[in-house]
């Protein structure tokens, strides 16, 4: 049987049922990150990115975005978890004709943004590769309480993002800010039920959170905040690597949520029984089911 096959996500299940865990872990494999047991008030956040050439980046892309990105998509998912990045560790896998200028270039911007996120490069690994392959872990720290994963969203919740989506790969996916801030002001203010950051599509990733959290979903078409490079509506909310957040709160705190002035927060849509599916609401008023896709390796 060939990959292909099972597809990304029904290989990772495959080996999710392999792995087994003791008792200094509070979440595994399945969430935007793995949560370890820290101390009395706050659990440890742990992560890993891999980004490759010719599937994340172009060969032609100035490498110090690229380096920039491979933190940036961590730095992604401890925000999405409600947390503060920390300490991180760095792999290259190197071409042999590459040049010290190149990886020069590379480290600077993964350098530069880990400055700016007060994030310490604590180590890592340099590797002969026939393509450019960065992969990144970052460790960081949470709140217990402040804790958010992909389950929780309770049926009635509304559902919310930071930031527009679509055409991201004209180069927004190389330039996005991660939404720390945003994920700390959420945390820190209000009570937010579930979060996940859309790396891999609105529709994708927001199913993410309807299978952990058992319920199902509504999105308003009209709703959707869309970049100005974003083709159409239904493109970008299939289209990956928009790097927003996507998070659903109680009526009452989503209120609160969209009066704040301080960032742009946005409602999209609901949270549905189960049994209602994941539904799309059109412009015309028109209601569809939808599939759940978006980006997939396999």
Same mark, same amino acid.
């Given at each position: ?78 925000a999405a978890c409600g947390g503060v990045p920390q300490h991180a560790v760095a792999s290259f896998g ?21 400055? %700016? +996120?007060?994030?310490?490069?604590? *180590? ?5 590769? #026939?393509? &450019?392959?960065?992969?990144?872990? @970052? ?24 930031? %527009? +989506?679509?055409?991201?790969?004209? *180069? ?5 800010? #991660?939404? &720390?801030?945003?994920?700390?002001? @959420? ?41 100005k490079d974003a083709r159409n509506v239904k493109a970008a909310m299939s289209a990956g690597e928009d ?56």
């Amino acid at each position: 049987m060939k990959i292909k096959s099972l597809g990304e996500f029904g290989l990772i299940k495959r080996l999710q049922k392999k792995i087994r865990l003791n008792s200094s872990v509070v979440i595994g494999s399945g969430d935007d990150c793995a949560v370890l047991k820290q101390d009395k008030l706050n659990y440890q956040l742990f992560t890993c990115d891999m980004i490759c050439a010719g599937v994340d980046f172009k060969k032609t892309d100035d490498l110090k975005l690229v380096g920039r990105k491979a933190l940036a998509i961590s730095i992604s998912d401890i925000a999405a978890c409600g947390g503060v990045p920390q300490h991180a560790v760095a792999s290259f896998g190197i071409p042999k004709n590459f040049r010290v200028r190149q990886i020069d270039l590379l480290s600077q911007g993964l350098f530069d943004l880990a400055n %700016d +996120f007060k994030i310490n490069i604590v *180590g890592g690994d340099i590797s002969l590769a #026939p393509e &450019l392959v960065i992969d990144l872990s @970052l460790l960081g720290q949470v709140e217990k309480r402040k804790l958010c994963l992909r389950r929780g969203a309770k049926v009635n919740d509304i559902i919310l993002v930071t930031g %527009d +989506f679509g055409g991201s790969l004209l *180069g927004k996916h190389l330039k996005f800010t #991660p939404r &720390l801030k945003e994920a700390r002001y @959420l945390v820190n203010h209000y009570k937010i039920n579930s979060m996940i950051d859309v790396s891999d599509g609105l529709v994708q990733d927001l199913g993410h959170i309807l299978e952990h959290s058992a319920v199902g979903g509504i999105i308003y078409e009209v709703l959707v905040p869309l970049n100005k490079d974003a083709r159409n509506v239904k493109a970008a909310m299939s289209a990956g690597e928009d790097f927003e957040l996507l998070f659903t709160a109680s009526r009452e705190e989503a209120r609160k949520i969209i009066k704040c002035s301080k960032y742009c927060f946005r409602a999209i849509g609901e949270i549905m029984p189960q049994k209602f599916g994941l539904r799309i609401t059109d412009a015309a008023g028109g209601l569809r089911k939808t599939k759940i896709g978006g980006y997939r390796h396999f």
